[in-house]
């Protein structure tokens, strides 16, 4: 079946270090693709998606390009902050499925100062 | 705008009982979906409501049921509780009948606890 796999955690970093959370996918189709960041105490935000092959999602400094030669979805980031701390997580979803996101194990990140 | 909000916060059961957690989706959306957050399992799909019917299900059991209601708010049922339903149920929503490239909203969850 469809899914997802995500680097295992936890990730500890020093602050204004680069980042990569990687993340890969197993589907019999063309998914659309999604990094969730979950602060502590909330609940799932969208942080960037990719619709289509080579397409490139970006927000808030993290990119992460669409590569379905190698069906990956690799979260980047220059240079984390503190604030950055949390738990990501990869997903993909079907334009025929209705938006039902399947979901990656989730990778804890802690940025330290 | 104000976000997805569930109720309650937290929720504290025994094995056996039943529990009722409620979701407010944005203003405007119409889909409603449930997931389960359960420590060690990730997160999983539970139940997707649109215009008030049941649209997909997940790998869960009859006992975890939904509706949805004209206002497009939604409860979650689960009944005969045990311990392995301890978990955080998140509840997203979607403007519309979800086409899968829309983003989904999320609300802070309902921890749900069993004694």
């Known amino acids: 079946g469809d899914s997802v796999t995500q680097m295992e955690g936890p990730v500890t970093l020093s602050e204004e270090a680069f980042l990569t959370i990687n993340c890969t996918y197993t589907?019999?189709?063309?998914?659309?693709l999604f990094w969730y960041v979950q602060y502590p105490g909330e609940g799932l935000q969208l942080l960037l998606k990719a619709t289509k092959a080579d397409d490139k999602g970006s927000n808030k400094g993290f990119e992460a390009t669409y590569r379905k030669e190698t069906t990956s979805f690799h979260l980047e980031k220059g240079s984390v902050q503190v604030s950055d701390s949390a738990v990501y997580f990869c997903a993909l979803s079907f334009y025929n499925q209705g938006g039902k996101l399947i979901f990656g194990q989730g990778t804890e990140l802690s940025v330290k100062p | 705008e104000a976000g997805v909000t569930q109720s309650p916060t937290h929720l504290i059961k025994t094995r056996g009982q039943q529990a009722t957690l409620r979701c407010s989706p944005i203003?405007?959306?119409?889909?409603v979906y449930w997931y389960q957050q359960a420590l060690g399992l990730g997160l999983q799909f539970l139940l997707w409501?649109?215009?008030?019917?049941?649209?997909n299900r997940g790998n869960f059991p009859p006992r975890f049921s939904g509706r949805q209601f004209p206002n497009y708010s939604s409860e979650l049922n689960v009944n005969a509780l045990e311990l392995e339903d301890s978990a955080l149920y998140l509840c997203?929503?979607?403007?519309?009948?979800?086409?899968?490239?829309?983003?989904?909203?999320f609300g802070d969850g309902t921890r749900l606890s069993i004694l």
């Open positions: 589907a019999t189709g063309y998914p659309s």
């Open positions: 409501y649109d215009e008030g019917e049941e649209r």
């Open positions: 203003s405007g959306h119409t889909s």
């Open positions: 997203a929503s979607t403007p519309s009948l979800g086409d899968g490239n829309q983003p989904q909203h």
